[in-house]
T-cell receptor, first 116, second 115 residues
Framework: AQSVAQPEDQVNVAEGNPLTVKCTYS??????LFWYVQYPNRGLQFLLK??????LVKGSYGFEAEFNKSQTSFHLKKPSALVSDSALYFC??????????????FGTGTQLKVEL | SAVISQKPSRDICQRGTSLTIQCQVD?????MFWYRQQPGQSLTLIAT?????????ESGFVIDKFPISRPNLTFSTLTVSNMSPEDSSIYLC????????????FGEGSRLTVL
């Protein structure tokens, strides 16, 4: 079985400061990892993914994530936060070995609040 | 990428009634899925919509309650049957593209409130 943990319900950061949203995962085979963002009353928007290759993945809106196999983590980062980054962020995993039928398992979400 | 349109975007329904949500994708996709997002919670997969055959349901979800159709590669419907207040949720349609990279695209969701 595959699972994702987002240990923080909410992350608060001041605008201009770096931000990190944490995610750890568990899969049987190789992980396919994703980050999505959800703005109020909207669907989910894809931010970035790790399938293979460089551990540091760059995505939309200046976000990046670092895949760490030994720590089974895929934390989302941004060097300088913006107020407009305030939203709900979801980490998701798919088991690359079994394919999982493209079935993604989502974490519980982390609410990011960026303040002036 | 794929653009996914859902309708209705929101609705208020009476207990005991049924509502069908439509999902249209702007390109042919390999797989389509229906998720539920209950208030303040994460996404839970309801089922995989299979073209021309019965959907594959996840544990805790049954066809009688959530009948799904997928007559072709770009369209699917989800019906929420005999609704109760516990069915108040956002229902999200999603799909993978033909490259099958694992990335899911999502519709804007259908927010249902059951009174």
């Amino acid at each position: 079985a595959q699972s994702v943990a987002q240990p923080e319900d909410q992350v608060n950061v001041a605008e201009g400061n770096p931000l990190t949203v944490k995610c750890t995962y568990s899969v049987s085979g190789n992980p396919y990892l994703f980050w999505y963002v959800q703005y109020p009353n909207r669907g989910l928007q894809f931010l970035l993914k790790y399938i293979t290759g460089d551990n540091l993945v760059k995505g939309s809106y200046g976000f990046e994530a670092e895949f760490n196999k030994s720590q089974t983590s895929f934390h989302l980062k941004k060097p300088s936060a913006l107020v407009s980054d305030s939203a709900l962020y979801f980490c998701a995993v798919r088991d690359g070995l079994t394919g999982g039928g493209n079935k993604l398992t989502f974490g519980t979400g982390t609410q990011l609040k960026v303040e002036l | 990428s794929a653009v996914i349109s859902q309708k209705p975007s929101r609705d208020i329904c009476q207990r005991g009634t049924s509502l069908t949500i439509q999902c249209q994708v702007d390109s042919q996709v390999t797989m389509m899925f229906w998720y539920r997002q209950q208030p303040g919670q994460s996404l839970t997969l309801i089922a995989t919509a299979n073209q021309g055959s019965e959907a594959t349901y996840e544990s805790g979800f049954v066809i009688d309650k959530f009948p799904i159709s997928r007559p072709n590669l770009t369209f699917s419907t989800l019906t929420v049957s005999n609704m109760s207040p516990e069915d108040s949720s956002i229902y999200l349609c999603s799909a993978t593209d033909r490259a099958n990279t694992g990335e899911l695209f999502f519709g804007e969701g259908s927010r249902l409130t059951v009174l």
